[in-house]
């Protein structure tokens, strides 16, 4: 399969990233800042030669790329069930304040974006990993030897520079992709390549790694 070359960024702000409340499956839409950070990123991307712009089925992410992929023409975005944020079951809505209470162990969990933890009614994370991947696999095919924009999740981020670094999924990353960062890849057939990688606002500081 020829190489696509895709950049996968975390959604815009919503009120809930802003209050501290676990999102998961549920719907939030961005707010003002989400928004200028969409406004923004438009920016950052203009000159990157992007031919598609694909999101996740939640409204966060799908506002985000509505934004972007019209101000850059590039037509309405596709959706990709597979791009969705990690379903985090029972705990989903919950103010992390309360969850302090409930459950602080999960709480240390969640602050830690660690994640072997377990969620009741909610996915694994090797249900989670194996979906996220897929997804990839399915754009790339799509698109042989184009650039394309991905919108999606924060737990996503982490899911995919774990697969490219060769971490254990269940490893805890020193860091955390905010609003708007991003992650270049390369997707291909064969075996996999994880040059040093790094998260970033901007083109010039983002560092190309290979998922092939």
Request: net charge negative.
């Given at each position: 399969m020829p190489t696509a070359q895709l950049c996968?960024?975390?959604?815009?702000?919503?009120?809930?990233?802003?209050?501290?409340?676990?999102?998961?499956?549920?719907?939030?839409?961005?707010n003002a800042h989400g928004r200028a950070q969409a406004a923004e990123m438009v920016q950052t991307f203009a000159s990157q030669?992007?031919?598609?712009?694909?999101?996740?089925?939640?409204v966060r992410a799908s506002e985000t790329a509505d934004i972007i992929s019209g101000a850059l023409q590039l037509g309405p975005p596709r959706i990709h069930a597979g791009?969705?944020?990690?379903?985090?079951?029972a705990i989903q809505g919950i103010p992390k304040n309360e969850l302090a209470e409930l459950n602080p162990t999960q709480l240390e969990q969640i602050l830690r974006r660690n994640p072997a933890a377990q969620f009741v009614g909610g996915e694994t994370m090797d249900e989670f990993a194996d979906r996220v991947l897929e997804a990839l696999t399915d754009i790339a095919v799509c698109h042989p030897r184009q650039r394309v924009l991905v919108i999606t999740h924060g737990w996503v981020l982490d899911v995919i520079t774990?697969?490219?670094e060769g971490l254990a999924r269940h490893a805890v990353l020193p860091f955390k992709p905010g609003n708007g960062h991003s992650l270049w890849v390369d997707v291909?057939?064969?075996?996999?390549?994880?040059?040093?990688?790094?998260?970033?606002?901007?083109?010039?500081?983002m560092q190309k790694v290979s998922l092939l």
């Open positions: 996968i960024v975390r959604h815009g702000e919503t009120d809930w990233n802003k209050s501290g409340i676990l999102q998961g499956w549920l719907d939030v839409p961005i030669g992007f031919e598609v712009v694909w999101c996740s089925t939640l791009l969705k944020e990690r379903n985090f079951g774990r697969h490219i291909a057939a064969g075996n996999i390549r994880a040059p040093e990688l790094g998260y970033t606002d901007t083109p010039p500081g």
